[in-house]
């Protein structure tokens, strides 16, 4: 069998050829630049990096000499990440944000005390200070599992404890105005809002849905990219179900997305209408994710048990659902109202 012709694309070349091996050449400030690095896909990505940071005059990461920095270490989370399917968008944004602190650092140099010093400054909560100290310990997993470094200092940051938070969720009442003005200001994204709240989707998961995962015979959908990295089925209700067929269009294809995003660089950003909206209803302290919360918390209020909410959301574990189980109608009650009665004596009956 022939093998397939690989078009060229500037600024990478296969070295031996027919090895699977990928080198980027560029130039920075007049010198000739070559790195080897792995597949053709990560090297289209590490091409791009490296020409992105020559134009904002971001110092290229030392190679030499076993001194890795730690931008170049970043590099190979991200790869990591993309092919692992993990949170890529979110890493991506959090990558940026350590190549202009410590990017240019040597990796190998820094230690548990200048990421603790950082994090502490950079960081405004505990939940954040922890995705980050995630992130930088998934940076060096890699590393050291690559061979680039031996030890991984993020592992010796402490974690910082957290919060349970207010999980906020809309009433009846205010989904009902919510509803109302998101159909009178944006009634073209009326449908994404159900649908959200209905079956309780991560932002993520919902604006990468295609029409070749919806079966609405069946009346669900087939996640295969989720926050966790494992497939799963969500099933629609009837609200859900009509929300999704206003979206259907003539000569529809699989790979269509069902929610179009918006702008040039094709974000799926919805506060553009949905925070005026909020405004509108004068509902504060809620965000698109809280549609989550609703979701769960609705079913919750119905009588759905803990695991029936694990599954219905995607939770990785159940104590991610036991944060709903208050809302149930046999919490309604007070839990020592429940005994009331139990020590009195009975009486006899002839």
């Keep these: 069998m022939a093998r397939r012709e690989v078009k060229p694309v500037r600024g990478i070349f296969e070295r031996p050829k027919g090895s699977g091996l990928w080198w980027i050449n560029f130039y920075q400030d007049g010198k000739q630049h070559r790195e080897k690095v792995g597949a053709r896909s990560a090297a289209i990505d ?33 790869e990591f990440a993309r092919t692992h399917n993990k949170s890529v968008r979110d890493y991506e944004c959090k990558a940026r944000i350590l190549r202009e602190a410590m990017g240019t650092r040597i990796a190998s140099e820094i230690t548990p005390q200048d990421i603790d010093r950082w994090l502490s400054k950079r960081c ?23 061979g680039k470094v031996d030890v991984n ?3 010796l940051v402490r974690q910082r404890k957290e919060g349970t938070g207010r999980l906020r969720f809309l ?66 209700n009837a609200d859900a179900v009509a929300a ?4 259907k269009m003539p000569r529809q294809r699989p790979t269509d997305p069902v929610f179009p995003r918006e702008g040039s660089k094709g974000r799926f950003d919805t506060r553009s209408w949905f925070q005026p909206c909020l405004a509108d209803a004068k509902i504060t302290g809620y965000v698109w994710h809280s549609n989550r919360h609703t979701f769960c918390s609705w079913l919750a209020m119905v009588g759905a048990s ?4 694990q599954e219905a959301a995607g939770h990785k574990t159940i104590t991610m659902s036991a944060r709903y189980s208050h809302l149930s109608p046999e919490h309604q009650l007070s839990v020592v109202e429940r005994i009331a009665g139990a020590g009195q004596p009975r009486t006899s009956t002839e």
């Design 46 to 78: 590490l091409y791009r990096i490296r020409k992105a940071d020559a134009r904002r005059g971001i110092k290229l990461p030392d190679l030499r000499n076993g001194k890795v920095t730690l931008s170049a270490l970043i590099d190979g989370a991200l």
């Design 306 to 309: 803990i695991k029936e909410i």
């Design 124 to 146: 405004k909560t505990s939940a954040t200070v922890n995705r980050y100290r995630a992130f930088l310990s998934l940076i060096y997993r890699e590393a050291i599992r690559n």
């Design 244 to 247: 999704i067929e206003s979206k």
């Design 153 to 155: 200092p993020a592992r």
């Design 171 to 236: 009433s009846r009442e205010e989904f009902d105005r919510l509803h109302a003005i998101i159909a009178q200001r944006f009634p073209e994204h009326l449908a994404e809002f159900v649908v959200s709240i209905h079956t309780g989707m991560r932002l993520s998961e919902q604006y990468s849905l295609t029409w070749g995962q919806v079966n609405l015979n069946r009346r669900s959908v087939e996640l295969t990219k989720t926050k966790n990295g494992s497939a799963r089925t969500v099933h629609l």
